[in-house]
């Protein structure tokens, strides 16, 4: 056995507060709905109506951009290995949201135009090119499966810390996370989009009291920042026997700076080119409600910030994650610090605030992953005329086989092949940027030479990033920094993958125009990216010219 006691109190609190949120969770599917329709089609069951106003999507992009692994995740690699892998998430999640000022609310007119439900959908009826959309389904429903897995590492965290589970009795280890899911599953299939809609209001009460509580109640408790600082200090710069450097970075020295910032820029490009973002967005009731979003959510950020700095603290409180096979876990870090310095009960909330944090981002991206199969693939490949209902169903059915094959990703392998997976998700989803994020503001590019970059950029960033060998392990996919080729300026594998991308596909173009290659028909028009719901030209243009509706046919031929 793992030697730890099951920590009653605690495990009654997370299973209440599981129960409670599961309640709503098919309590939602009566929330707002179009009695006409019902969830019979994808605005209605994976895009919620399109009526979240701003806090609903407010709460629903926070739980969905700060998921339970983000929780989990990045206080634990300030513990393990200091700022270049932890602290980079903060300045990161600020660079996003001019992103998602300007080029989402872009986004969000055009799809609420024509009836886009996702990315793919827009890339489709930008450039006139099956494959060009079907280059973007496949990369954001590959991207995403990972980033699902890592939710439920978050859940299994806390299962462990709780004293659920066995290294001897596999069973007894991966029950609680199976009925976890089983409940995910079915209030996903039954409400849709409006089920995390609603919970995440509940999760992001409980992570915001968690967190506010931590960062005043602890520092006090272990003699300051100051205190905490130096001692993170020490840790971080212990030498490591089997590297013979540092065993992390306190504060990025010269060397360190070019591999924090293209960190920080390539996650915020890429953040939003996942299905799940592009889902959250989509859903809102009108363009201002995503700008006023945009200004809003960094509150978020600084409650990012205080929970990194927890895993400075769990260094100054001695905090030992030891997971049931005797190894140290840093995902078990803030989960063990919660249970190890407050009450029973204050611990059981916070615990699932995190375990509660990844239903809300599973189930969207589930929800978000189905929907490009439903869409981009199944209607534009397998059944061009499939009604809306129809549409539905197969998202339906898709969503539960992306979370089943999510389970057993976690289950049958261990966590850091899900972390890797991870890793080259994030490279793979920034190869979309150009297609989708270009083709917003330019039809310059060339359908094939996107489709061509495209394919470099994951190629090469996949090479690369397999070629990163772990200094302890020795195995590959070791970090997601590397060189630049050429040079000894090292940077996030997904921005020199990206640059790459970028470059054959504006090359190719060049040559494309030349050769007068036909760039295939786009449906879309200039005033498309500025609509709105409450704009009287928009209002006459629906009225006096015929566009796409939801759910009607493929935009490409």
Do not use: C
Not at 158 to 168: A, R
Not at 407 to 414: C, G, P, R, S, T
Not at 520 to 547: C, H, L
């Amino acid at each position: 056995m793992n030697g730890r006691e099951v920590n009653w109190t605690a495990l009654i609190i997370v299973v209440l507060l599981f129960v409670a949120v599961a309640i709503m969770g098919f309590l939602a599917a009566r929330w707002r709905r179009n009695a006409k329709e019902g969830l019979h089609s994808l605005d209605e069951w994976g895009l919620g109506g399109r009526g979240f106003g701003t806090w609903i999507t407010w709460f629903l992009l926070g739980g969905d951009l700060y998921t339970a692994y983000t929780f989990v995740a990045v206080p634990a690699a300030m513990w393990a290995t200091g700022a270049v892998t932890g602290f980079f998430a903060v300045p990161y999640t600020i660079v996003l949201y001019p992103i998602i000022f300007i080029i989402m609310s872009r986004l969000w007119s055009v799809s609420h135009r024509h009836g886009y439900v996702t990315s793919a959908d827009f890339v489709g009826g930008r450039y006139g090119s099956r494959w060009l959309s079907l280059s973007v389904a496949v990369t954001g429903i590959v991207a995403t499966m990972p980033y699902i897995a890592l939710q439920l590492v978050g859940i299994k965290a806390v299962l462990t810390v709780l004293g659920l589970g066995s290294s001897e009795n596999v069973l007894l280890t991966d029950l609680p996370l199976i009925l976890a899911f089983v409940v995910l599953a079915a209030y996903t299939y039954t409400s849709g989009l409006r089920a995390p809609a609603m919970i995440a209001v509940v999760k992001d009460l409980l992570i915001y009291l968690s967190v506010i509580v931590a960062v005043i109640y602890l520092p006090i408790k272990f003699g300051g920042w100051d205190s905490i600082f130096g001692a993170a200090e020490a840790k971080l710069g212990t030498v490591n026997q089997a590297t013979g450097k540092p065993a992390g970075v306190f504060i990025p020295a010269e060397a360190n700076y070019s591999a924090y910032w293209s960190l920080a820029l390539g996650s915020a490009m890429a953040l939003f080119m996942y299905p799940h973002s592009v889902t959250a967005v989509l859903a809102s009731k009108a363009r201002n409600t995503i700008r006023r979003n945009a200004a809003i959510l960094p509150l978020y950020s600084l409650m990012l910030g205080f929970l990194a700095l927890l895993g400075f603290v769990a260094i100054q409180a001695g905090t030992k994650p030891i997971d049931l096979d005797g190894s140290v876990n840093p995902q078990l870090v803030v989960p063990q610090l919660f249970l190890d310095h407050f009450p029973a009960w204050f611990a059981g909330i916070a615990l699932a605030a995190i375990a509660i944090g990844a239903l809300v981002p599973a189930a969207i991206m589930s929800i978000a992953a189905a929907n490009m199969f439903t869409r981009n693939i199944y209607r534009d490949f397998i059944r061009p005329d499939a009604d809306p209902k129809t549409e539905a169903k197969v998202s339906k059915i898709v969503s539960l086989v992306v979370k089943v094959g999510a389970l057993i990703f976690v289950i049958a392998m261990d966590q850091s092949t899900a972390i890797n997976m991870q890793l080259l998700g994030g490279i793979w989803i920034l190869q979309t940027f150009p297609a989708v994020v270009a083709g917003l503001y330019t039809r310059w590019f060339d359908r094939w030479a996107l489709l061509t970059g495209w394919a470099a950029g994951i190629i090469f960033g996949t090479i690369s990033a397999y070629n990163v060998i772990n200094p302890v392990t020795h195995a590959h996919f070791g970090g997601s920094v590397a060189p630049i080729p050429g040079t000894n300026f090292s940077v996030y594998i997904a921005v020199s993958a990206f640059a790459l991308n970028l470059i054959v596909a504006a090359v190719l173009t060049v040559v494309m125009r030349a050769l007068k290659i036909p760039t295939g028909a786009d449906t879309t028009r200039p005033s498309d990216y500025a609509a709105d719901e409450t704009d009287p030209k928009v209002v006459e243009i629906e009225r006096t010219q015929k566009f796409v509706e939801p759910g009607g046919p493929s935009p490409v031929p």
